[in-house]
């Protein structure tokens, strides 16, 4: 018969790279681990780990426990997240994913005072340059996401308006000269950040009279960082386009400028989604509201820009 801490326990070292790693993981001894690992053997009738090469390889029958274990220890966790909700407490897993930069700024520190207010939460916050990238697996509860969405089929929360800015260091634009349209940009250089699902080098415009203009543009610098970009950028390296919040403290110290105000660039506000399998829970309720407050007002709005 299978205990809760079996599962556990296999849980583990099917994660690990090796038994030793596994031991480590558990903060036990290698042969502790060995004996353990013999013993549910033995009780199942069947082995678990191929032994035959130095690292962990899991058998057939390991790799059918290992993924039945996964599943059910996560019915267990949502089951007793559920139970503790029916007694008015907030607890379980809070599993996130966020934009690198954003993440780091504004979830996170939301993150740890659900947790200080709620022990019983656990955290979990993976940091990412495309999140919705992730949409479709389900390893999430709340993906907070920078921009428009593709697929709108899940539940989603509006969090804050952010603009796009096209934007460049006073150092460059005085060696350059300022473009005033769309068109005077390929004059220029413009650095990109690379993006597995978006066509980063077509930049869009809306005048504030109608107009709308398509370019082209050849990038003369790139990166996969956010951040980056922005250090080359402040560095007098381009004109670059990054989000309202990441510029915002940049331009108000005089760091970066913003350029060609009358033609805008497409809103990237800043939105939630709850994931397929997470449900309208407390906890989760809870956090949103608790990152929605934490940008209202809008942060990156302080000066009345």
């Known amino acids: 018969m299978l ?15 090796s038994l030793a790693g596994a031991a480590r993981a558990l903060d036990v001894t290698p042969p502790a681990v060995t004996q353990r690992l013999k013993s549910l053997e033995q009780r199942l009738g069947v082995r678990l780990i191929d032994r035959s090469s130095r690292r962990l390889h899991l ?7 290992a993924a039945r274990s996964a599943a059910i220890l996560e019915e267990m966790k949502v089951l007793a997240a559920s139970l503790a909700a029916r007694r008015g407490e907030i607890a379980g897993p809070l599993r996130v994913v966020a934009p690198l930069g954003f993440g780091r700024a504004h979830v996170a520190p939301v993150m740890a005072r659900m947790r200080q207010d709620h022990p ?4 979990d916050l993976i940091l990412s340059e495309d999140p919705a990238g992730r949409i479709r697996s389900d390893g999430w509860d709340v993906l907070v996401q920078v921009g428009p969405l593709a697929d709108s089929a899940l539940a989603l929360r509006h969090l804050a308006p952010n603009r796009r800015i096209l934007c460049a260091a ?24 690379r993006e597995d699902r978006a066509d980063v080098t077509l930049w869009g415009f ?10 082209r543009m050849r990038p003369d610098f790139a990166s996969n960082d956010g951040e980056v970009i922005k250090t080359w950028a402040v560095a007098g390296l381009g004109i670059v386009q990054r989000s309202e919040w990441d510029v915002a403290d940049d ?10 105000p009358d033609w805008r660039l497409p809103d990237a506000d800043v939105v939630a989604l709850l994931g397929p399998r997470a449900g309208r829970t407390a906890r989760l309720e809870r956090f949103v509201d608790m ?11 302080r000066n009345g820009r």
């Open 3 to 17: 205990t809760s801490q079996d599962l556990e326990f296999f849980a583990v070292v099917a994660a690990a790279p």
């Open 59 to 65: 058998t057939p029958e390991g790799t059918a426990l």
């Open 120 to 123: 019983a939460v656990e955290l």
């Open 170 to 193: 006073p150092s460059y634009l005085a060696a350059r000269g300022i473009p005033r349209s769309p068109g005077e940009l390929d004059r220029h250089a413009c650095g990109v950040i």
């Open 206 to 215: 809306t005048h504030l009279g109608g107009e709308t203009v398509t370019i």
């Open 251 to 260: 331009i108000s110290a005089g760091r970066l400028v913003e350029i060609m």
């Open 291 to 301: 990152l929605h407050r934490s940008l209202t007002p809008v942060p990156w709005r």
